[in-house]
């Protein structure tokens, strides 16, 4: 009886690729990938300071990202940091990662809420959410820093199987700072698209509190009965004019109250209307200027973060002023008012 051959197929599966980040030093030099899916999955070896950023472009964008830390501050704690700058949530997290064996990790990205947990755990141990903030991003990049390098595999890479295509995904808006639950910054074209605006000051056909993005920076400003699709700002000496902008609405009834202020200070309540390019906050501002008042930006003092420099500094030690737009310059007073709270309704604030 004759043997019957059977042919035997040998299925080899690819090795994932592996990718090295070099130490960077304290500068965090990311390495950007395109985000294919709402969970980012990776495994990574690295003996600590392994670092993440989300962001809207392929490249870093200060005021609009999130950074990851893993086994950062000596290697025990890990955090989210917002906008180079705020560490919106921050954990001890002693062992997270391992210089001889890859451990696990995903990041999951929702429309307002970026959670990061461990490979095979359900539950984040880092997580930050803005009801406010609609959290889009289009790519992430890691590197590791402070004299650490570390390996890297990503599973959105193409290992031999059908990957699903996701299309990109749209960079996040620029947005004002939130103000309050009842007092909010909204987008206009004119000035009869906002519902209750804010008055730079009271009386009949008197500027409003309006901002608009200007050079990376949102820059606290006005807009006029006159010219009700015209937001007039102040930048680098001049004045500009810009179509798209904010204006502050107050639908709910909170009471403002324009305080005093000088020489870069600001009184309690302080309104944030903006920030520079370098993300220093700026408070809407207003004074007197042939006559009639303007509303302008106004940079405040801010404390040193350093423990032996506890002393109050000035943001812009030269700057501490207010600054305005009229008559087609950027003009400037030492002496001014700032818009602040004075009371806001309880039933606003869910209360």
């Known amino acids: 009886m004759p043997k019957l051959l059977m042919k035997t197929t040998i299925v080899r599966s690819k090795m994932p690729n592996i990718y090295t980040s ?25 003996d600590a300071n392994v670092n993440l950023c989300l962001s809207p472009n392929m490249g870093e964008t200060p005021h609009q990202q999130f950074e990851i830390f893993l086994a950062g501050w000596g290697g025990g704690e890990s955090a989210l940091r917002r906008n180079k700058k705020d560490d919106v949530h921050k954990a001890k997290t002693p062992g997270i990662v391992s210089p001889n064996l ?17 490979k095979g755990e359900g539950a984040p141990f880092l997580m930050h959410s803005d009801p406010f903030v609609n959290f889009t991003f289009s790519f992430y990049g890691y590197c590791t820093s402070f004299g650490t390098t570390g390996q890297w595999i990503f599973n959105d890479d193409d290992i031999g199987l059908p990957q699903p295509f996701y299309p990109p995904v749209p960079p996040i808006p620029p947005t004002p700072p939130v103000v309050s639950p009842a007092v909010k910054w909204l987008q206009c074209t004119s000035l009869s698209m906002c519902p209750a605006p804010v008055q730079v000051a009271n009386g009949h056909n008197l500027p409003y509190v309006a901002a ?3 050079n990376g920076a949102l820059l606290p400003g006005y807009v ?17 004019q810009k179509m798209d902008f904010f204006l502050l609405s107050n639908p709910g009834g909170a009471d403002f109250v324009w305080q005093s202020g000088s020489f870069g200070s600001a009184p309690n309540g302080a309104l944030q209307g903006g920030y520079t390019e370098t993300g220093e906050r700026l408070y809407i501002g207003r004074f007197k200027q042939g006559g009639v008042y303007v509303g302008g930006k106004v940079s405040i003092e801010k404390e040193d973060p350093r423990p032996h420099r506890r002393s109050r500094v000035k943001v812009h030690p030269s700057h501490s ?11 400037r007073n030492s002496s001014y008012e700032v818009l602040c709270f004075k009371s806001v309704p309880l039933s606003l604030l869910g209360l």
């Open 22 to 46: 070099q130490n960077c030093g304290n500068n965090r030099s990311y390495t950007f990938r395109p985000i294919k899916s709402p969970t980012i999955s990776f495994e990574v070896k690295a």
């Open 102 to 118: 890859f451990r696990g990790f995903w990041i999951s990205l929702e429309p307002h809420a970026i959670k990061v947990g461990k």
């Open 212 to 214: 608009a993005f200007h």
């Open 224 to 240: 006029t009965v006159h010219q009700p699709n015209i937001c007039n700002i102040s930048w680098g000496g001049a004045a500009h």
């Open 321 to 331: 002023v207010c600054y305005a737009p009229f008559g087609g310059h950027e003009v």
